[in-house]
């Protein structure tokens, strides 16, 4: 029970079941993405860049995988320092730049936004905060609807940036979001059954932990990791499957759990040159993904089939936000209020 | 004494040692890159694109910097797996597509290169390998000549890669690298001066670390750590200055040392937003960077000064990668050949 007699951890589990309802509720107002797909369409962009800080970079991680796989087009992420601390003014014409926020409310991408539109750029503001200075900032922008977030870490309004980034991209290629429509059931069936307590205990008193997917699964790594730092404050450090193999592979060791995104499709398909070296440096291995894949695993957790895999990572991420919440609790910890840092936070 | 005869460290410091003649020997060698900057200007590039892996992927984070900054133009680092597991074909008209590794051998990146070339890229290969599949590969190709380097982990393979991709971006915004002459002299200077042993029986017993920068000194950032975690074990993390803030702060305590990289100019400017925030979390501070900023840290390694910003990641790694070794030793392990890993890794 914490001091403003809210059971310690209920804030983040109340945001974490709302994902299902607020995405069908994304999905009702498709018309609103086609509008903004359509203003898009008539300055088609031959470069998208993206810019996003924290969770919110993980939503524009995954964006730029939909980019350069469903539209064929090169995209970037943002360094907003390149605008901010050094000042420079790139060209931008021809280019689609995508600023995603939860709050709306940094200066470094308020700044970004300003100057990506002084440069010739056409610019998208992807917030959780209708009324803010990214929104008014950017020509166009898309709220995500995820409503008040009460927990400090970003968790329902993680899974609305990713459906609204993929809602748009879907629009700009001419279709409608329709593969999308299952999605909310299948989300559901998954919060119903899951039980990630018995998964906390195994972790309890682990420091360090190393997260991997590819693909469309790698923003998922990187998101997961960073729920379990923020709540758990563990070392969680996530790495692309083919990266973890370039160096970080050393430092695995039966201490260092490693925690694998192994959906079907593509990118659990290429996690299979990544897998055996991992369990031949002897660490414990926990998969989320298909059920061949949990099969081969120490532990895991099944997704339920049937989400098109550029949709997978709006289920893949739900069992590491719940085990988000029961490890901070097993710890001592209070996973709706993490020490050290505040919802909003405004970067230079 | 390894196996090899060879005492453990001892092939690491030697390729570490040879860098500033490295440095000098690439600047001889500038003409090379008038002859490709020249190439470059035939087809003015309007979006950069970068596709690297491991240590080179840091040398790309580099590049992609000098290429916002000094070029003004938009870049990306590439997602290897889009173009190869997801086999796309992006529209790549108008895109310089610098692709860089140490071996020229890893096969996701001649598929990245030839996929480039199909969709319209100008690539180029920057290896250490003149004779490799990526350098025969792309359109053009450039040496670093770092020679044969015989630890696994990247050292001198690195900053000549820097220096490398510095060249390249100076010599195509119409200059000639000139204000790289000074680096070799200053890079010796600090060599002589390194002594990262007090500081390897500081960190004996540490399991977890965080390393953090901004601007040009963020890869600095990413390399260092991935060198820690390569040769000494250690679960180091990287995160810019500002992702720091958005969430990872909460991790941070009086358990988890943080190195920060603070040079004089604006990437240390641009850290006096988080320094604050690292000390109020309790945790240990170290400082690589310049006198003003190691003076309010806990300890540190003062930069020798004279090195314009954007050449000071040459600098920066070098404290570094002695620490890694010298942590490595104390620790038991042998630096030069790190176990599960190889020098070569080929990821698809």
Redesign the interface.
Known sequence: MTAEGVPAGELMAADIAEQPRLWRALLARRAEFATVAAKVAAHPP??V?LAA???S?HAALYA??LV??LL???????????M???A????????LLLVVSQSGHSP?LVRTVETGRRGGALTIAVTNTADSPLARAAQLHLDVGAGTERAV?ATKSYTAQLLALYLLVDHIRGRTGAAADRVPDLGEALLAKADLAPLATRYRFA??MVLTG??YA?PTAREAG?KL???S???A?AF?G??L?????????AQ?PVLAIVPSG??G??ME?VLP?IR??GADLFVVGSQEAVAQADAGFVLPPGAPEELSPLLEILPFQLLAIHLALIRGENPDA????RKI?D??
Chains 1, 2 share one sequence.
């Open positions: 031959r470069f860049l800080r924290g969770t970079d730029k995988y350069e796989i064929g087009l090169p995209a970037g992420l943002v360094s907003p320092s390149t901010t601390a050094y420079t003014q790139p060209h931008m014409r021809d280019v470094d870490a420091q360090r590819r693909g790698y960073l730092m923020e709540t404050y563990i070392s450090q692309s083919a990266d193999l370039h160096g970080p592979l050393a430092m695995l060791d260092i593509v990118a398909a290429a040159q070296r031949t440096a993490p020490r050290s840092i936070t970067t230079m």
